[in-house]
């Protein structure tokens, strides 16, 4: 993704009512630097992050995005971010989008190390192309992901559900999927869950049940999926928080990637074998996740 436009931010307590936030903003040179070698996001992945979409200059689901980064701030012990002075640096970003697809990036780090405040900033930059991976689907792998359904509840610390800056192992479960001749993976418990991709929930289709791995699982409880379900709820489908077997990814009617950026993507195989892709219905759910979702 080429970065169009930078933001930095300085971080007020989250109960600061002031008016404007405007004087706590700073523009920067997108591609030149900006933080300094101490700073702890870079040296450990110490910091949260969160990726909303944004459609001809509509940043999508923000309050579901705020309320997740602050979630994830939680999570990690970082101190609470002021809903509304997030709100408004995403609006001063959102101004430079312009027409089409593109994608806002907000990040709240520990900051420098053995410093005394959070560093945070926000990134504009073009959406990848997606077309493709909404109209003829994603292959997808199983990778284990080395835990059972239920380490969430006893290991906390794991942060199992924060989504934190510290991706490597998502990236490279997707680089072990390419590896494989797939364009994604699915991580599945040793148990013979599944959880989630790298980057995106999974939904599946049982006849008119549309079923999500439960955010208990220590997985993201995606915006994007719930924005979806609240859409597929007022169709009159029935929508299912539940555990999912391996078994049901192989089996379902036909199952999604849902994100923010890539939207609705049919899973067209899983582990070489082929699922049927549901073409109407697919361009169905990505015409509303296109439209303006607050």
């Known amino acids: 993704m080429a970065l169009r436009f930078a933001l930095m931010i300085d971080p007020v307590a989250s109960d600061d009512r002031r008016e404007s936030f405007a004087d706590g903003f700073t523009v920067i040179d997108p591609l030149g630097p900006a933080l300094p070698l101490g700073e702890l996001s870079a040296q450990r992945g110490d910091g949260v992050f969160e990726s909303l979409g944004v459609v001809d200059g509509h940043a999508q689901e923000v309050g579901p995005h705020l309320d997740r980064l602050a979630h994830s701030a939680h999570l990690l012990d970082l101190p609470a971010p002021n809903a509304a002075q997030w709100r408004a640096a995403i609006a001063r970003v959102a101004a430079e ?9 907000l990040i709240l780090s ?9 560093t ?4 504009l930059a073009t ?9 003829e689907g994603v292959r997808v792998v199983t990778l284990d992901r080395g835990y059972q359904l239920d380490v969430p509840g006893r290991a906390p610390w794991l942060l199992l559900g924060a989504k934190t800056l510290s991706y490597a192992v998502n990236m490279a479960a997707i680089r072990e999927a390419k590896r494989r001749g797939a ?8 148990d013979g869950y599944v959880l989630e991709a790298p980057t995106a ?5 049982l006849g008119d ?16 999926q719930r924005s979806l379900f609240a859409h597929l709820a007022q169709r009159g489908f029935s929508t299912v928080y539940e555990p999912v077997l391996l078994s049901d990814l192989r089996t379902a009617d036909a199952a999604w990637l849902l994100s923010s950026v890539r939207l609705a993507a049919p899973i067209s195989a899983v582990d070489g074998v082929e699922k049927t892709v549901d073409r109407d219905l697919t361009d169905e759910l990505n015409a509303y996740l296109l439209s303006p979702r607050d």
């Open 97 to 105: 989008a312009g027409p089409g697809e593109s994608v806002i990036k």
């Open 110 to 118: 520990r900051g420098i190390e053995e410093g005394s405040s959070p």
């Open 120 to 123: 945070a900033w926000v990134t």
């Open 127 to 135: 959406a990848p192309e997606n077309t493709r991976a909404r109209t």
């Open 183 to 190: 364009d994604d993976a699915v991580f599945v418990t040793t």
């Open 201 to 205: 929930s999974v939904i599946l289709r």
């Open 209 to 224: 049940r549309f079923v999500t791995p439960e955010p208990a699982a220590g997985i993201l409880h995606g915006t994007t």
